[in-house]
């Protein structure tokens, strides 16, 4: 079936790529993909000029306005709609004003983007709308033309954002389900190439283990004990992804994560910090008498095996790394207390002059012939 691709340029300089399918048997049939635009303005005027600049788009379907008057009701659209894309926002209204709602739109719609409108030199909203994560600006009175500019800049940005997550959701599920049934859709040249891939890496890996958790299943219900451990997970991977670090899997109720470039031990060590910090303020928010939630921590750098692991038979793979350097980090944390963070001696000597550490002991480790000298990271 042949696709062909038409493009309509309006007023503007930009054309607007709709995508036709055209049968070979029957009437033309067209895939529109609807974009969502909430405008947050108590300018009621805004809507009815909106309404008149885009009356082409808004007809085709190209766009789909929402209208709110203040950030209290926009935040409330946003709240009780999914599919927002984007935000158009007047940074002056009652009730909420647009860099109130701003701060809130990056808690509740991390993936929609904002764009702030704004009178001519108004430096200081400006900045503070930046450092809350506007997108982009407008300014009042608005050019129309190069507000539909700003806007299909906004939603690529948008559209690439989804993109990317929706791969990397595709490929959790992926791995997570995987089996024949799937994977004989799959080249098998191909997947055996890639099943016998491997590289040696210079990496830092870290156990994070949440203490006593197990203690927890005796006395919750099944339902309590997975929403709590994965509230608890969720405090650990936003330090480990703000640390440039990857989720190489979960072990029960621990997190093996890696960290491979530059000062990627450093990064590790700042990643088990703010674990251990976030989950301190945790336990000192916690009013019930219940379990108290803490981590113990593993780190080791050096050499390690990078490749996929697992049965090529089942056709089940796990792309992670191994060896010596891995295990001690994982006997370290099993050596660990709670809110303690182990090392050993080497990486404390790359680390000493800019981490605060306190020298244990030697320990002797599962299958290591020979005690290792532990280093615990204080901060």
Do not use: W
């Not at 559209?159 to 049934?181: F, H, P, Q, T, W």
């Not at 990643?271 to 916690?286: H, N, P, T, Y």
């Amino acid at each position: 079936m042949p696709i062909f691709y038409c493009y309509f340029v309006g007023s503007i300089n930009r054309a607007v790529t709709t995508e036709y399918e055209i049968p070979t048997t029957c009437p033309t049939k067209v895939k529109k993909t609807m974009t969502r635009i909430l405008v947050a303005d108590d300018e009621v005027d805004l809507e009815l000029l909106i309404k008149q600049k885009f009356r082409k788009e808004i007809r085709n379907g190209v766009f789909d306005f929402i209208y709110a008057l203040n950030g209290k009701e926009a935040l409330d659209i946003v709240q009780n709609n999914d599919d927002i894309d984007l935000v158009l926002s007047d940074i002056n209204m009652p009730e909420m004003d647009g860099l109130t709602l701003l701060s809130k739109l990056s808690e509740v719609a991390p993936l929609t983007k904002t764009v702030m409108v704004s009178a001519y030199g108004d430096l200081d909203n400006i900045r503070t709308a930046m450092n809350r994560g506007a997108y982009d600006f407008v300014f009042k009175p608005i050019d129309f033309t190069d507000l539909r500019v700003t806007i299909d800049k906004t939603i690529d940005a948008v559209n690439l954002i989804k993109d990317r997550v929706r791969a990397l959701r595709e490929n959790d599920i992926l791995k997570m389900y995987v089996d024949e049934s799937v994977l004989k859709y799959m080249d098998s040249e191909l997947f055996q190439e890639n099943a016998s891939a491997c590289e040696s890496i210079e990496a830092t890996v870290a156990f994070i283990d949440l203490c006593a958790f197990t203690s927890i299943s005796e006395v919750e219900p099944a339902d309590k004990v997975v929403e709590m451990l994965n509230d608890y997970f969720d405090i650990m991977v936003k330090e480990i992804i703000n640390q440039g670090g990857l989720i190489d899997k979960f072990i029960g109720d621990a997190v093996m994560a890696v960290f491979k470039g530059e000062h990627h031990l450093d990064r590790a060590i700042e990643c088990g910090l703010a674990i251990r910090d976030a989950f301190i303020k945790v336990a000192e928010s916690q009013t019930s008498k219940g379990y108290v939630p803490n981590v113990s921590i593993g780190i080791n750098s050096g050499e390690m095996v990078c490749g996929n692991i697992g049965s090529a038979t089942l056709k089940r793979l796990d792309y992670t790394v191994i060896g010596d350097t891995v295990n001690i980090a994982a006997r370290l944390q099993s050596h660990a207390g709670a809110g303690q963070i182990y090392i050993t001696a080497d990486a404390y000597q790359s680390i000493h002059e800019f981490f605060q550490c306190e020298k244990v002991d030697e320990l002797r480790l599962k299958n290591k012939s020979k005690p290792i000298l532990v280093y615990e990271v204080l901060g």
